[in-house]
């Protein structure tokens, strides 16, 4: 009887023996003068794949084996023995091959050379294959896992908020409209919307964030998170950007701006040395292929502590800088990638929480300050990506978010739970939103959003 073993666990010295099984695809087959073939197989478990020594006793050599190339799925049995190759701990000398499926050659998509990933992302359902893909995903579940982890061990409770909604949370009016009314046939007669005979009665969209909800049982269990899927109806096409996104947002009760501040980089920097510690293989390639350095940049930023900037003190050192801005920088702007990108890689040379904007820029829950212009909020900017985290202590006072929601145009009775919250037993409370493909994004040095998320959303794009 053969045990069924992962490549992870086969490419390890301890796994040498008889009666191994490999389940998994093969990357390549090489055929030796000897009269034997040499296949490369990868199962997903981990970057590397496992040399498979083929014999020409199999029975199935000349009709099967040397027809096996990239794509084809096998399962091969035999004896795990040292490796006299470099680079490779083991080696399996095959007693058994068979294969499941085959892949044609001549139209599989993914052949040895290098593709590059605008042509990947036409073949999102092959992509998972390639090195680069598995090392993304592998480090995607990574933060995943580490985001449950870190959580928990501060004693937050995982909740889940709703993703139909009919409130606005960013009041950026972004929001997908769900309806099971056929809006088109409405207005080609002319009548006008009913929303009363709308499923929910009335409007309701896509949640852009699950903060309010969050918010609600912050101020019952103390401190809760929300992982999950967020949309945002902008248009906008870059590589930071997509419609559908994941979002991680802590809320905690009691919580002001500093103990924020100090949960996120507490956060952030588990979740970095997690991705050094587990995925050492994937981390490797990234900073050989697609970040050169980046390994001992992240090393460095687990362990110095992050760069604190007013939101003022940052737009004197824009407007002192010597870089051409696209956007001109005043106080009272709003930052763009190429203002983020300098405090952050030229300015700082690491990550950098900036605070307390000005409150016409920010949405109307964040807490106002004293001096009445700035809102106590937080965005956490990093080299090369930018925003990853937005968050803010939040306006627990009753008479100032409600006059906050008048100057913001917002109707207080669409939001009369949320503000009952401060009605009723109100307390200071603070939260944030990371999002989780941006944290991918600066983890592999990987340059477009669209690259680190399985099947990503942007405008025009909904196909796989
Ligand atoms: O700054 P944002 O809009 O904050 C909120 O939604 C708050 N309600 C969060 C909270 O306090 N609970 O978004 C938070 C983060 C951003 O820093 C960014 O990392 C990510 O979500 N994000 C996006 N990621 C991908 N595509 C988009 N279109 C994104 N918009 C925001």
Not at 42 to 65: K, R, T, W
Not at 122 to 138: I, Q, S, Y
């Amino acid at each position: 009887m053969s045990t069924w073993t992962s490549v992870a666990e086969a490419r390890k010295e301890s796994a040498i023996g008889p009666d191994v099984e490999i389940r998994g695809w093969v990357r390549t087959r090489r055929d030796s003068k000897g009269g034997f073939s040499f296949i490369e197989v990868n199962d997903g478990s981990c970057f590397g794949s496992l040399q498979i020594v083929a014999p020409g006793e199999l029975s199935n050599y000349e009709s099967e084996i040397k027809r096996l190339g990239a794509g084809c799925s096998i399962v091969a049995i035999g004896r795990l023995a040292a490796s006299p190759a470099k680079g490779q701990a083991t080696e399996m000398q095959a007693d058994e091959i068979r294969v499941l499926g085959w892949a044609d050659g001549e139209t599989y998509p993914l052949q040895k050379k290098r593709h590059s990933f605008e042509k990947l992302r036409e073949w999102a359902h092959l992509r998972p294959r390639t090195n680069t893909f598995g090392a993304v995903m592998r480090v995607r579940d990574s933060i995943s896992r580490s985001t449950h982890d870190f959580f928990h061990d501060e004693g937050f409770f995982y909740l889940n908020t709703p993703i139909i909604t009919a409130s606005d949370c960013e009041g950026a009016g972004e929001m997908f409209r769900v309806t099971t009314l056929d809006l088109d046939r409405l207005a080609a007669s002319g009548k006008p919307v009913n929303h009363e005979l709308d499923f929910f009665d009335r409007p309701a969209y896509l949640t852009v964030s699950g903060q309010l909800n969050a918010e609600t049982y912050a101020t019952a269990l103390g401190r809760v998170y929300t992982f999950g899927p967020t949309f945002r109806a902008e248009n906008s096409n870059t590589s930071r950007h997509l419609a559908e996104f994941w979002m991680v947002e802590p809320e905690a009760a009691f919580f002001d701006l500093s103990d924020n501040m100090a949960l996120a980089e507490r956060y952030l920097k588990r979740l970095l040395r997690d991705c050094l510690d587990r995925c050492d293989e994937d981390m490797q390639f990234f900073n050989q292929r697609i970040q050169p350095g980046i390994l001992d940049r992240l090393t460095a930023v687990a362990e110095a502590p992050f760069r604190h900037m007013t939101y003022t003190d940052a737009i004197e050192v824009l407007e002192k800088a010597d870089a051409k801005f696209e956007y001109p920088v005043s106080w009272g702007v709003d930052l763009q990638a190429e203002h983020e990108r300098y405090l952050t890689e030229q300015y700082v040379d690491g990550p950098v929480i900036l605070t307390d904007y000005p409150s016409t820029i920010k949405p109307f829950y964040m807490r106002l300050s004293d001096d009445e212009k700035t809102v106590a909020a937080m965005d956490v900017l990093v080299p090369g990506v930018g925003e990853i985290i937005g968050g803010s202590q939040r306006e627990e006072r009753l008479d100032v978010l409600t006059r906050r929601m008048d100057q913001a145009g917002l109707n207080q009775d669409d939001y009369w739970w949320y503000i009952d919250l401060r009605r009723y037993g109100t307390v200071p409370h603070a939260g944030f939103g990371l999002g989780l493909e941006r944290v991918v994004q600066y983890v592999s040095g990987m340059a477009n959003i669209r690259d680190v998320i399985p099947f990503p959303r942007t405008p025009g794009n909904a196909e796989f």
